[in-house]
């Protein structure tokens, strides 16, 4: 019968693709301990704009809310940080694409009949996603079965996360099929004209051959050209559009870093050599280190060889009980104490059943299907056939259980324990964090001398006091330096290192040589240029995990076009080099009268005639020449012979002569015309989807509160 634990199997990779997920970790209480209420609360608490629509930051976390409970039911249920950062990014796809979508399909009435959504899930074809999860693994077959029983039993789940995760995953179908619906229109209204048809014909059909000279920009010194300041003003304001800037801050700062003291070491040292009486004199070696020391208790026994160098020889010719040490290994102290010694097996092969609990599935029923089982196997059914047809391990399922060799501490140390305390031949059950595995071992290694060690350790830390002291030091240097002159003079004058972080955008996540500096980023953003950057309570000494830092805000570009003094160099160059690409277009048509051929210009000027050859109207570069669209575009239009006028460039003006014009096969329009309405149709899902995103002018703020 198909349950909700045997999707997940099958369903974690096809999850992971339709949804975005997150786990939120944000205090509204920072927004809602403003005092602020009405409209000036909502536009706090909005995460989002969207095709003119406000998102609320509680609608969203309700989403993610929603989202995860599905997530949890395909099997994860702990994610990281790095996993968190990625589901919320793919949660706000996922609702950015709902709100830009959904007002499309209500402008031209598409929807999704209940009939059609049967089909979709239940019909002679199901949906994609359907079929992957009623798949038989075993067959590559969809199991029509499977999935009959599974809706069949959707009202005997009484915890209701059957129907939860179909719910989901009917809605996930009916947006799939509304999106293909809306394309589908899109592409049978799109229409390539005759005119169309001819022009690409032409354009990609001939190609040309031609000669060239060209005076380059960077030829002319610049100091023999002078631009006024009204001459740069005039050049900035005709080309605004080319100084488009995202948001970005620039900030300096220091670290002050978060290191253990002197006394901290002192203290870490003599608190070990104060416990190693009680580590040896304790009864209950595990206990004892699980209670004391800064990593847990190691249960597994080790070969000679296998452990520290430092230890490794006390061990193996000391006694039970015996403890070494105290001694230094990275950046902490130890002592390690010989808790067992023994005769065990080098190595194991095993094969198991693994029973998994699950929604559908008790823990008291796992239990009974496990017993089952192995009185199975001890009546002499073959193991290897109930694993095929029973083990939720699908890998070693596929062997018939067999795990192969493996040494000691491969496993988790239930499992671990059975197959290297046992002896060969021993059919056993034990139970994991994994669940029940039913275990039979194949074969052990010889026996060596083997030592369970237990390591008490005492990493060294910087303390209260001393994060007090490197804190109060910040505290000073930011009181100190409140200007950013004087923070300036007395890092020179104390010879500290001054760090930079550039073109900070503020949804970034990441600065360089810190530790999750988010705290850090958001505050620059709210902030003014020139100052020392102050957190949500004022505070100008911004701690992230082991260091402080203080900070100012050098430069700040807001988004639109950038400001005549943020782009002045750049429009400096590219006015020079306008002056001079008028310059030498003056003096080539001065040298260009009463000539007849390109040969004669070039002597004229001293230059030298090159080649190019094979170039169509969507030709990339010229050679000798690079990137030149404006040259290409002139020459793939001029006659055989023809010399151009002076072209401006992107590298300096150039005169072209055309020396051959080949025009390629004849090529039908009836054939051109499907080419073209081909290559609009491939290219509709994305540029579609696109076009309506830079329509629905979406605002995120999710950087105010992640």
């Known amino acids: 019968m198909a349950t909700l634990q045997s999707i997940r199997d099958r369903a974690g990779i096809l999850i992971a693709i339709i949804i975005g997920l997150a786990i939120i970790a944000f205090v509204l209480g920072d927004f809602l301990g403003q005092g602020s209420s009405g409209i000036g609360m909502k536009k706090k608490l909005e995460i989002a704009e969207i095709a003119g629509e406000s998102v609320s930051y509680l609608d969203f976390d309700k989403r993610i809310n929603d989202l995860t409970e599905i997530y949890k039911l395909s099997g994860q249920t702990t994610i990281d940080e790095a ?76 915890t209701g996360n059957q129907r939860k995760y179909w719910m989901f995953m009917e809605n996930q179908i009916n947006d799939e099929k509304l999106f293909t619906k809306y394309l589908s229109l899109v592409r049978k209204g799109l229409y390539v004209t005759t005119l169309q048809t001819e022009a690409e014909i032409a354009e990609n059909n001939k190609r040309v051959d031609f000669s060239y000279i060209v005076q380059r920009y960077s030829d002319v010194n610049d100091s023999t050209v002078s631009v006024s300041n009204e001459e740069l003003h005039k050049y900035y304001n005709e080309h605004k559009d080319n100084y488009k800037q995202s948001a970005s801050r620039n900030i300096e700062y220091i670290v002050f870093d978060v290191n253990p003291s002197p006394k901290d070491v002192s203290d870490s040292e003599e608190w070990i050599n104060d416990i190693k009486s009680d580590l040896e004199e304790t009864n ?71 029973i998994l609990p699950g929604p559908e599935r008790s823990a008291k029923r796992s239990k009974q299907v496990a017993d089952s ?31 192969g060799w493996f040494t000691e501490g491969s496993m988790v140390k239930p499992f671990n324990d059975a197959c290297f305390y046992g002896k060969k031949g021993d059919i056993t059950i034990v139970e994991s964090q994994f669940g029940l595995h039913i275990i039979e071992i194949l074969d052990q290694g010889p026996k060596v001398n083997k030592v369970q060690v ?55 996540r990441q600065i360089p040589g810190l530790e999750s500096p988010r705290i850090l980023i958001r505050a620059v953003y709210e902030n003014k240029e020139g100052s020392i950057v102050l957190d949500q309570n004022n505070q100008a ?40 690409a008028e310059s030498l277009i003056k003096t080539l048509n ?46 793939v239009n001029l006659s055989e012979n023809m010399i151009s ?50 329509n629905a002018n979406v605002k995120d703020k999710r950087a105010r509160f992640y």
């Open 541 to 580: 000494v911004l701690e992230l995990e082991d260091k402080f830092v203080v900070a100012y805000l050098t430069d700040v570009k807001e988004e639109g076009i950038a400001s005549f003094e943020q782009v002045k160099e750049d429009v400096k160059l590219n006015a020079i080099k306008k002056k001079k």
């Open 83 to 158: 996993t968190i950062t990625s589901i919320r990014q793919q949660t706000w796809d996922q609702m950015v694409r709902e709100f830009v979508m959904m007002k499309e399909y209500k402008k031209l009435g598409l929807s999704v009949s209940s009939d059609e959504l049967f089909d979709l899930v239940q019909g002679e074809n199901p949906h994609a996603y359907i079929r992957q999860i009623f798949t038989d693994p075993q067959t590559g077959i969809f199991d029509r079965g499977a999935l009959i029983r599974f809706l069949k039993n959707l009202e005997n789940d009484e």
């Open 645 to 694: 006028k002076p072209i401006e460039g992107l590298n300096g003006v150039y005169v072209v002569q055309v020396t051959v014009v080949t025009e390629g096969e004849d090529i039908s329009s009836e054939t051109e015309k499907n080419n073209l309405i081909s290559i609009y149709q491939n290219r509709v899902n994305f540029e579609t989807y696109n076009a309506l995103l830079e």
């Open 590 to 635: 001065e040298e260009m009268a009463g000539v007849n051929t390109l040969n004669d210009l070039a002597g004229n000027i001293n230059a030298n005639v090159q080649e190019a050859t094979d170039i169509n109207f969507n030709s990339f570069s010229i050679p000798g020449a690079g990137i030149e669209p404006n040259v290409i575009g002139t020459a």
């Open 454 to 508: 237990g390591i008490l350790a005492r990493d060294i830390q910087p303390s209260s006091n001393t994060y007090q002291n490197i804190y109060s030091e910040a505290s000073r240097f930011a009181g100190t330096n409140n200007t950013y002159d004087k923070f300036i003079s007395a890092i020179e004058e104390g010879g500290l290192n001054k760090r930079v972080a550039n073109d900070i955008k503020e949804g970034d």
């Open 284 to 354: 209950d070696v595990a206990q004892f280190v699980n209670a004391n020391s800064d990593i847990p208790y190691d249960y597994k026994n080790y070969k000679d060889g296998e452990l520290p160098e430092v230890i490794n020889d006390f061990m193996f010719s000391s006694e039970e009980g015996a403890v070494y040490g105290p001694y230094f290994e990275n950046e902490t102290y130890k002592l390690a104490r010989l808790t067992t010694k023994n005769m065990l097996p080098d190595s194991v092969r095993a094969r198991h059943i693994l």
């Open 373 to 403: 089982l192995k009185n199975l196997i001890d009546t002499g059914v073959d193991f290897a056939l109930l694993a095929t047809f029973n083990s939720d391990d699908q890998g070693s399922a596929q062997l018939g259980g067999d795990l």
